[in-house]
């Protein structure tokens, strides 16, 4: 046997021992270099929503109502009889 091929052998019996004392304790073992893509965060955007034109036309409609009936509401208050002063 060659002596670089004990050697292999050996480092390959390390990094198998290291991975199963990781395993023992609960750390998560490194595959290779740089980071697990599974500890990254995945960011996502959020989507768009689209409002149809009914939907729009259904909302337009109820605001204008709904400003109609506050304008009469404020009418009806201003028209109130005062006390005269008789």
Known sequence: ???NDIVQQI???ISSLQEAR???IGIETKKGPGRSKSTQPQVTTPKKRKLSAKGRAAISVAMKARWAKKRATK???KKAPT???S
């Open 83 to 85: 006390k005269s002063k």
């Open 1 to 3: 046997m060659d002596t």
């Open 75 to 77: 009418a009806v208050t």
């Open 11 to 13: 480092d390959t019996q």
């Open 22 to 24: 990781a395993i023992l």
